[in-house]
């Protein structure tokens, strides 16, 4: 077999690269988005018992799977599973067990990609587009909405914007750990958070540019006045957990495990996992809370908002329709404002799009022994496969735009992530074992985890509460509009879930059973 494993080159760099990771569309845009939908304020109640409860346990557990994973020659999850399941499974049972997990983790990974990654090519291209001067004759939202649509429906434009980010992204891959991702991280991540920061800074002391009632502060206030009636509904619940998944990059194809796998045994584990969540939630919280929202309020009123908490204006669409005419607002600096957010979010998607890149990248390098620089050009092209619907959809003007990106970001984006964390805790706690996890955990850290929290917490509460979690969204979640099919394009998303599911099913057997098929075939644990 091939040893092709690196470390990262500094803990800053590991630490910049997971936050990086982290650190996305979600924070400045799905956020904001969920916290107007359910409850504002009261919002954050669900959020942060999900946080401690699934969220840092998740983060403990991933990245325990993946140093320990990293020192087996594995970056990626379905062999991590495996090895530490066959510790209380027969091998035959564990290969089976890591298989299913690896799968679904691999459906969920390809399947965000692909929407995600286009929508990182209409932020880079929206950043080009106020730089250049263009939103100037985007007067009102009218014109605002014209723009987008004609580009939407344009693949002339929109499939080079999402080229040119795709293309960033591999070639970073393409250039391995140290000397593309790391390096990557170093000069986005800085970058990332100076803008982040002014636009904060911009947004809360803007006043009021429209309509004397309509203050960014105001809308402050909108978004974090608490309705706590938005509590009884199970839906408030689901989400709250469904956004700490998506925001800490929990169960989404194996990242966190991945890049944890080029770790050294010595490295520290608990507290950088405390500090990338930290960085994440800071930047999510109090940043994208800060941004956006206030914004649009500025701009349109509470009714843009009240569409937005609805559900019927996407808060992505909202990004593009509703904020280039007040970017004009600011005269001069409109341009130079209008370049922050989108560029903030073109970066902020680029280091977590990178992520999801190499984790399919070092499947094909490790398990399957290709030269990383082809293995980056394969994980190109099956991104390039499930995300190509959103151009096709946009380009045939169908009623929607976007059904297709809906029910992916639903299943694949809320709900699979919940599969993935579920495999991932019963393989480290329960098949693994809680004092051999604890154990390995453990070595070379920074501070101690209480056992109690380990063996109580992330070993009983976090399966239960995932399994709560499930049944909830089963009942109830399917019933919401994204989940259903509204257009072909939304049946192409569902064929391409079954079908990407077939792939990885077909992927990830003959990956573990070309490096572990005769210890599987012998049998007996
Ligand atoms: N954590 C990312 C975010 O908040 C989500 C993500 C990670 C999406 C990796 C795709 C790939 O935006
Ligand atoms: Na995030």
Known sequence: TVRTREYWATRIGLILAMAGNAIGLGNFLRFPGKAAAYGGGAYLIPYFIALVLLGIPLMFVEWTLGRHGGLHGHGYL????????????????????????????????????????????????????????????????????????????????????????LLVITLIVSRRVRRGIEIAAKI??????????????????????????????????????PNFEKLKDPATFIEGAGQIFFTLS??????????????????????????????????????????????????????????????????????????????????????????????????????????????????????????????????????????????????????QLTDYLDLVDFYAGSLLLLVVALFEVVAALWLWGIEESYRELHNG??????????????????PIYLIIMLAWFLATGTESAAAKPENIFGWIGVAMMVIMFLIGLALNYKALYKRYGEEIRRGVS
Do not use: C
């Open 78 to 165: 379905t062999p991590m599973l495996y090895i530490v399941s066959r510790n209380r499974l027969t091998k035959k049972n564990a290969a089976a067990f890591a298989i299913i997990g690896g799968t679904i983790a691999f459906l969920t990974g390809v399947m965000i990609t692909g929407y995600y990654t286009n929508i990182i090519g209409w932020m880079g291209y929206y950043a080009t587009a106020a730089i250049s001067g263009k939103f100037a004759e985007l007067t009102d939202a009218t014109k605002a909405k014209t723009f987008f649509i004609d580009f939407l429906t344009d693949p002339a434009r929109n499939v080079p914007a999402w080229f040119i980010s």
């Open 188 to 225: 986005m991540m800085p970058i990332l958070f100076i803008e982040a920061v002014i636009l904060a800074t911009v947004s809360l002391t803007l006043g009021a540019p429209v309509k004397p009632e309509w203050s960014t502060l105001k809308g402050f206030e909108w978004l974090w006045t």
């Open 250 to 399: 929990i169960g989404i194809g194996g990242i966190i495990p991945n890049y944890a796998s080029y770790l050294r045994r010595e490295d520290d584990l608990p507290l950088s996992a405390l500090t990338t969540t930290s960085l994440n939630e800071f930047a999510e919280v109090v940043l994208g809370g800060s941004i956006v929202i206030p914004l649009l309020y500025a701009f349109g009123g509470p009714s843009i908002i009240q569409d937005i908490a609805a559900g019927k204006l996407s808060i992505f669409l909202a990004s593009m329709v509703a904020l280039p005419p007040l970017f004009n607002h600011l005269g001069g600096l409109g341009a130079l404002a209008g370049f922050l957010w989108y560029s903030l979010l073109w970066f902020a998607g680029i280091t977590s799009a990178i992520a999801i890149v190499n984790v399919l990248t070092s499947m094909f390098e490790e398990d399957y022994g290709i030269a990383r620089r082809y293995s980056a050009w394969i994980a190109f092209m099956m991104v390039f496969i499930t995300g190509v619907f959103v151009n096709i959809e946009g380009a045939m003007k169908t009623d």
């Open 445 to 462: 850290a920074y501070i101690t985890v209480p056992k109690w929290y380990w063996k109580y917490v992330v070993g009983i509460i976090t």
